[in-house]
């Protein structure tokens, strides 16, 4: 059964840095499509991150030159270092894989920056 275990948010003043991890059970991350989505209060879920099993990865323009997605094979994880943190980032964020159509969620990680 796919496991996706995220960790590593908190509380961080604007500007700061966070790293957030996702652990992953029953799949390879190296060898999937795997990414980062996130939620606000009252907003919809929204894309923040992808990576392909090419190493490809993909963002919107609000993470661009901010986030940056990584995975390690060894520990089969993947990260999502996140820069230069404002206000609006402020969300539960959730690792997401996506195989033949379906979608499978960690249970997330709130990230809250202060201003």
């Known amino acids: 059964q796919v496991q996706l275990v995220e960790s590593g948010g908190g509380l961080v003043q604007a500007g700061g840095s966070l790293r957030l991890s996702c652990a992953a059970s029953a799949i390879r991350v190296s060898g999937n499509t795997m990414g980062w989505y996130r939620q606000a209060p009252g907003k919809q879920r929204e894309f923040v991150a992808i990576i392909t099993p090419l190493g490809t990865t993909n963002y919107p323009d609000s993470a661009k030159g901010r986030f940056t997605i990584t995975r390690d094979k060894v520990s089969n994880t993947i990260y999502l270092q996140m820069n230069s943190l404002k206000p609006e980032d402020t969300a539960v964020y959730y690792c997401?894989?996506?195989?033949?159509?379906?979608?499978?969620w960690g249970q997330g990680t709130q990230v809250t920056v202060s201003s």
């Open positions: 997401w894989y996506t195989k033949l159509g379906a979608d499978y």
